[in-house]
């Protein structure tokens, strides 16, 4: 999962968790916020009384003793009570009281206040139905939740939106650095532009660490080319001696065997030396691709070079390639050296009377070929490692293997971005699958 995917999923759970305890607390919160509410407009109302009967004066509302009251005489949602303190007491209250209003018992919000006017000491309350009070507590929790929703969802989309844009350094990185990155790079080095610290730290260390591969990598390659070119030398001189001493005529016939036995070594020797210097100036890229080529006159083009090696063994080899297909901006060298690899094997590691099938499909527009074998196959453990250099099977009998015919392979593939995969079955045979890049085969 990607570093944005993750924190937007974060972002999202993290303000559902509040959207959770919001929901759960939203009946408490509304009940407090009406309850304040009513408080409020229950002092303010005060104060009008107040106001009220202190001005005009209070005989116009208690009269003869008696207690004032007045309320809504349809729904008893309101009222306002007078009446003299008696007991004389100091009252600033408010909370729900229940009162007998025209044989109704009603919950009222009751503000009670004692006062004085002219040294007399009267109460004031005056009082809000609990049902209209908590008639309102559903509404505003609605609208409290469709208000917390919107704003979570732009949060939301604001997250995302930000962390794309702070990410976004980060996906230049990896695209540019990281992925598909070969060695030799022959591209100039780009600074990411980034206002974050840290990406910025990442992209020069990325970018160190490329360069000390890069100089190993090339160190390698120079060293494995200017090897084998030196080695060349040496060993052809080598061998021009030997085949000056077989013409001697006092060399003695115990002798010429051991001279023998060294051609053969420097033969092997020259081999390994010639191999080396193909990968070298594959890697380097020291090859054109300027060929055009038809895939089918190709491969049999290596059945002829290899036939007699199929009929040592008496391995028949069936072909069924599109004639119409051609290979275009390719090294043809290098392509014949891969299937003359890749066949050569088949023959190597294959049953005596065994087959080979070489065949070519158009799959979803890219072009495959199969090259299977009814061989010896290769082990699961060993199938990792097959293109490792100087790595042989070690079910095989042959003593002429390098285990640089796989690592060829590979390297020219690589070259023309031509994807291999290898599906086997120890005891049953192997298939190698070349999978060719768009716009490679017309």
């Known amino acids: 999962m990607k570093l944005g995917t993750k924190l937007t999923l974060f972002n999202t759970i993290s303000k559902l968790v509040i959207v959770v305890l919001f929901v759960l607390l939203l009946p408490t919160l509304i009940k407090d916020i009406n309850q304040s509410y009513t408080d409020n407009w229950l002092r303010k109302q005060r104060d009008k009384v107040l106001k009220i009967v202190k001005g005009p004066g209070i005989n116009n509302y208690i009269q003869n003793g008696e ?37 109704d018992t009603i919950q009222y919000r009751i503000l009670s206040e004692t006062f004085k006017v002219n040294k007399k000491s009267y109460l004031l309350e005056i009082g809000k139905s609990v049902d209209t009070i908590d008639e309102t507590a559903a509404p505003l929790q609605s609208i409290a939740f469709e208000i917390l929703l919107g704003m979570i969802l732009l949060t939301i989309l604001a997250d995302q939106i930000y962390s794309t844009y702070v ?9 540019t650095k990281l992925i598909g990155h070969k060695f030799p790079n022959h591209t100039p080095y780009k600074k990411v532009r980034t206002t974050t610290s840290d990406f910025e730290y990442l992209d020069i260390s990325i970018h160190k660490m490329i360069q000390t591969i890069e100089s190993a990598f090339q160190k390698e390659r120079e060293f494995i080319s200017n090897a084998s070119h030196e080695l060349m030398t040496p060993i052809s001189i080598l061998q021009s001696k030997i085949e000056n001493m077989f013409e001697r005529e006092d060399i003695v016939d115990d002798v010429k065997v051991r001279l023998l036995e060294m051609q053969k070594i420097l033969n092997r020797l020259k081999s390994i030396t010639k191999t080396l210097l193909l990968i070298s100036q594959i890697e380097n890229e ?12 190709l491969i049999h083009e290596v059945n002829d070079e290899i036939s007699i090696r199929l009929q040592e063994k008496n391995i028949t080899c069936e072909i069924v390639i599109p004639h119409e297909w051609n290979l275009t901006r390719v090294n043809k060298f290098l392509l014949f050296n891969l299937f003359f690899n890749l066949i050569n094997n088949a023959i190597k590691y294959n049953k ?26 290769i082990s699961p453990e060993q199938l990792p490692r097959i293109f490792n250099r100087f790595k042989k099977f070690s079910q095989s009998l042959q003593q002429d293997s390098f285990g640089l015919g796989l690592p060829i392979v590979k390297s020219i593939a690589d070259f023309h971005q031509i994807k291999i995969d290898v599906i086997s079955e120890l005891g049953t045979g192997s298939t190698f699958r070349l999978t060719f890049p768009a716009g490679i085969i017309e």
């Not at 007045?70 to 009281?97: F, H, Q, R, W």
């Not at 020291?286 to 006159?297: C, G, M, N």
């Not at 099938?357 to 009814?374: C, H, M, Q, R, W």
């Open 67 to 103: 207690a004032y009251g007045s309320y809504n005489a349809l729904l008893k949602e309101e009222y306002v009570g007078l009446d003299i303190d008696s007991l004389n007491e100091n009252i600033d209250t408010i909370k729900n009281e229940k009162r007998l209003v025209e044989g």
């Open 167 to 175: 990410l976004r350094p980060l996906g230049l990185i990896i695209k």
């Open 286 to 297: 020291q090859f054109l691709k300027e060929d055009k080529i038809s895939v089918e006159a």
């Open 352 to 377: 005596e009377g065994g087959q080979i099938n070489i065949s070519g499909v158009a799959e979803n527009k890219l072009f495959v070929i199969e090259i299977t074998d009814t061989g010896i196959g």
